[in-house]
């Protein structure tokens, strides 16, 4: 455990403000998790901060990236699965636009004014604490006139979003001089890195955290008790939450699942739309299906990589400031709900993933579309004219896939051919499994708090974010809704007086 230092920022000691200091725990230090830390910083409340990742100057960066290793270890080196935060250290794309329909609700839950405000200030933390000039991508009139034209008449819709690409390499720095920021400002913050939090429990209005050691587990399991919890885990600790005592208390709907593919072709094929909006989002309704079919995750001249989830292995794709690759990867993902009797839609797309990581000999599978098309297994890709990024078993994704999804990604990539010529060429390559499965939507207020009064879901585990974008800004929210209570609870002279007596 490492202590900032437990003074006021007034200088007060720490001991001297006891009688009225409460207790808050912070579980997760992802992209959500920092940013309710930074509203947090300074307040009037003591923050104990678990991740089961290790302190921020520390983390490495992905083997496979620095070319030390071709493929993924058996183990997951927590590089994306839980332990690293995924996408605010790898590819750091961030949606600076409050959309309806792109990473995430909250413009459902807080509007779009609101959302707005929070995504500029993320905007301003970001750049600010970059180590190199980025660029905003905010595409003009004449990017929205050609996009716009160019989509309705291949069927597809278009979506607005200003954009800030910050790459893998620019991230450690960008992430570790926010938390240095932090510390600074806050000495009511202690960290427990390397810590995983067992389990979370309600003691009358209060939470029990039990705590060990994540990489070496010290058989030493600590129990501390708050009156504020932050449950900022992820995607990947979203099963966890399901566990907890508590959750069963909690208002909840199913959540979603996209199941789709890894797409690489050439980046000379997107190059226009890259130049315009490095990632214009496109959203398409199959014509077979009814399903709606998107674009997510694209990364000019970027690189397709693993995603190890320690039991399976999923897709992805990042890219970097400096180097870049000859391609161009991207998402597309077909959305699903489920209706009774089903609720379990995170089984049904890991098993999907599952069966295509069996068919592969445990990894990601690659076939190219042209023979996907023809309804045969790809056999090799020595004279592919795309040279794939990621070393994967060539075979057949339809024996794993639903033949509806398969349909309605074909259909979109003829689609988007229409805007990137070249895109549905038979060369071009999907990598499958590429799913996203999100948690059970949770019922919060606007400030993320859930029925359960003082406990806050925040970021991809509550369901109301997909990305580091509304996953910081849901951040915002929370520490912005504990410093209410917190003032709320401020005591007047009369109750100190009456504590100290
Ligand atoms: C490979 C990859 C690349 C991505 N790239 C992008 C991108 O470029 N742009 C984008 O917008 N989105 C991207 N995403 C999605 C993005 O990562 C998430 O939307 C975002 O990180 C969600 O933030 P979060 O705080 O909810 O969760 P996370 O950032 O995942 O943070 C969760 C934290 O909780 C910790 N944790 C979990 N369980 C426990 C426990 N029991 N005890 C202690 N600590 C725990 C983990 O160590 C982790 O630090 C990417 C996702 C992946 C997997």
Not at 151 to 174: F, K, R, V, W
Not at 357 to 367: E, I, T
């Amino acid at each position: 455990m490492s202590r900032a230092g437990l003074g006021t920022p007034s200088g007060e000691s720490f001991q001297s403000r006891r009688i009225v200091m409460q207790k808050l725990a912070l579980v997760g230090l992802g992209a959500s998790g920092l940013f309710a830390l930074k509203e947090l910083a300074g307040a009037p409340v003591e923050v104990h901060v678990f991740d089961v990742g290790p302190q921020y100057s520390k983390r490495y960066a992905c083997p496979i990236d620095q070319g030390k290793l071709t493929v993924c270890p058996p183990k997951a080196c927590s590089y994306c699965a839980p332990g690293q935060s995924a996408g605010s250290w790898n590819d750091f794309k961030v949606i600076l636009s409050a959309s309806p329909v792109i990473g995430g609700r909250l413009y459902e839950l807080i509007g779009e004014q609101e959302l707005q405000k929070r995504l500029d200030t993320v905007r301003q933390t970001i750049l600010t604490h970059a180590p190199v000039e980025i660029p905003v991508v905010k595409p003009n009139k004449d990017d929205l006139d050609w996009i716009n034209k160019r989509a309705t008449l291949a069927g597809m819709t278009y979506h607005y979003q200003e954009l800030l690409h910050c790459g893998s390499d620019n991230a450690p720095a960008i992430n570790t001089s926010i938390l240095n920021e932090i510390i600074e400002k806050g000495p009511n913050i202690v960290f427990h890195w390397d810590s995983k939090v067992q389990s979370v429990a309600r003691r009358g209005e209060r939470f029990a955290v039990r705590h060990d050691g994540y990489r070496k587990p010290t058989s030493n399991e600590q129990e501390d008790i708050f009156d504020y919890c932050i449950l900022s885990v992820g995607r990947g600790g979203a099963h966890w939450l399901t566990q907890q005592e508590f959750y069963k208390a909690l208002d909840i709907y199913p959540g979603q699942v996209d199941i789709g593919v890894r797409v690489e072709t050439s980046c000379y094929f997107t190059e226009e739309v890259d130049k315009r909006f490095y990632e214009p989002k496109l959203y398409y309704i199959s014509r077979h299906t009814g399903d709606v079919v998107r674009n997510f995750c694209s990364n000019p001249r970027g690189y397709v990589t693993p995603e190890n989830h320690r039991d399976y292995v999923l897709v992805n794709g990042h890219s970097k400031m400096f180097e870049k690759s000859e391609n161009n990867n991207f998402a597309v993902l077909v959305s699903k709900t489920f209706t009774r009797p089903f609720k379990d839609p995170q089984l049904y797309s890991q098993t999907i993933a599952k069966v295509v990581n069996m068919l592969a000999g445990g990894g990601p599978l690659v076939q190219r579309l042209g023979d996907l098309r023809a309804g045969r297994r790809t056999k090799s890709l020595a004279n592919n004219m795309i040279k794939p990024t990621l070393e994967a078993e060539c075979g057949d994704i339809s024996l794993a896939y639903p033949h509806r999804i398969l349909t309605s990604i074909m259909e979109y990539l003829d689609a988007l051919d229409k805007i990137c010529p070249g895109v549905a060429h038979d060369s071009t390559l999907l990598f499958a499994p590429e799913c996203k499965s999100y948690p059970d939507s949770i019922a919060v207020n606007k400030s993320m708090e859930t029925n359960i009064e003082n406990l806050f879901i925040i970021g991809d585990s509550s369901s109301w974010t997909r990305g580091v974008g509304q996953a910081t800004t849901s951040g915002l929210l929370a520490g912005e809704g504990v410093k209410k209570k917190l003032k709320e609870l401020a005591p007047t002279p009369a109750t100190v007086a009456q504590a100290v007596s």
